[in-house]
């Protein structure tokens, strides 16, 4: 009972920021197609890697929601005030409703399973609203990088983004160095699938190229972590990859807020909330 609760709420709380998307996203996907490279362009066999950034992107000025802070509030509202193309970089951790209904273990009210169940869920639908606004906000060439498990991975994670101009480019595969639950193999791994805005390019945009495709970190443990807590160190060096010190990280969906703390490290500003807080 309690998460389906949950989920209503999410459902209510985005309902008008949705109806206001669709207008938004027709117009944002026009404007980063036409920022599309023409082919051709660039010098025919240049090297594609990089190590510093074309340019800065400066802090967009909003209202409301604090920077460097764990602001308690609905995602879609805090993308809402942000300009359109304004940010490099969002990292986004949704908590998947159709993973809990495919898993189904019947442990949702038991020790290990209680906080996962009692997190807010997103239907499909809120996603694609989530992923629909970070479009609108994203600089051309920026960035979205995805959590998912391997259900979502192979049931079609591009079916989340079609209609969009993102396209996917690249993944990192979290091995936790633990195991979990499985009906056949257990799980032990996370994916994080990479998105860019056209213009699609590495040389100017990713700085950082000692970044293995396999990332071996144990999550975070202690009391008061968050259930699904990322790990610090590979996001640290993901954001270092694709922003500049000084240029903005936002995480619209932030739990534990560890996507805070690694911009921090990295000395990037950070923007981000919970519903929960």
């Known amino acids: 009972m309690v998460r389906v609760s949950a989920a209503a709420t999410i459902r209510s709380q985005s309902l008008d920021a949705i109806g206001a998307i669709k207008t938004v996203t027709a117009e944002g996907s026009s404007r980063h197609q036409a920022a599309r490279p023409a082919a051709g362009e660039g010098p025919r066999g240049?090297?594609?890697f990089a190590h510093t950034r074309a340019a800065g992107i400066p802090l967009p000025n909003i209202d409301g929601p604090l920077f460097n802070a764990r602001n308690r509030m609905d995602g879609l509202v805090l993308l809402g005030h942000l300009p359109v193309s304004?940010?490099?970089?969002v990292m986004f951790d949704?908590?998947?409703?159709?993973?809990?209904?495919?898993?189904?273990?019947?442990?949702?009210?038991?020790?290990?399973?209680?906080?996962?169940?009692?997190?807010?869920?997103?239907?499909?639908?809120?996603?694609?609203?989530?992923?629909?606004?970070?479009v609108r906000v994203l600089v051309p060439g920026g960035h979205l990088m995805l959590w998912v498990d391997k259900y979502i991975l192979c049931s079609g994670v591009t079916a989340l983004t079609a209609g969009t101009p993102l396209h996917a480019v690249d993944m990192v595969t979290w091995d936790k160095l633990r195991m979990g639950m499985g009906y056949r193999t257990r799980r032990r791994c996370e994916h994080l699938v990479i998105f860019q805005l056209p213009p699609l390019r590495a040389k100017g945009v990713w700085?950082?190229?000692?970044?293995?495709?396999?990332?071996?970190?144990?999550?975070?443990?202690?009391?008061?972590?968050?259930?699904?807590?990322?790990?610090?160190?590979?996001?640290?060096?993901?954001?270092?990859?694709?922003?500049?010190?000084?240029?903005?990280?936002?995480?619209?969906?932030?739990?534990?807020?560890?996507?805070?703390?690694?911009?921090?490290?990295?000395?990037r500003e950070f923007l981000g909330c919970d519903i929960l807080g």
């Open 46 to 48: 240049a090297s594609v």
């Open 86 to 89: 304004s940010v490099p970089l």
């Open 94 to 134: 949704p908590q998947y409703r159709s993973v809990l209904d495919r898993q189904a273990y019947g442990n949702e009210g038991d020790a290990r399973g209680r906080k996962r169940a009692e997190l807010p869920q997103m239907e499909t639908e809120c996603i694609k609203a989530f992923i629909a606004e970070i």
């Open 207 to 267: 700085q950082v190229h000692d970044i293995a495709d396999v990332w071996p970190e144990r999550s975070q443990t202690g009391v008061g972590r968050h259930t699904h807590a990322k790990p610090l160190r590979l996001q640290q060096r993901l954001i270092e990859a694709v922003t500049s010190p000084g240029e903005l990280v936002v995480d619209p969906a932030a739990g534990g807020f560890s996507v805070m703390t690694a911009a921090r490290a990295a000395g």
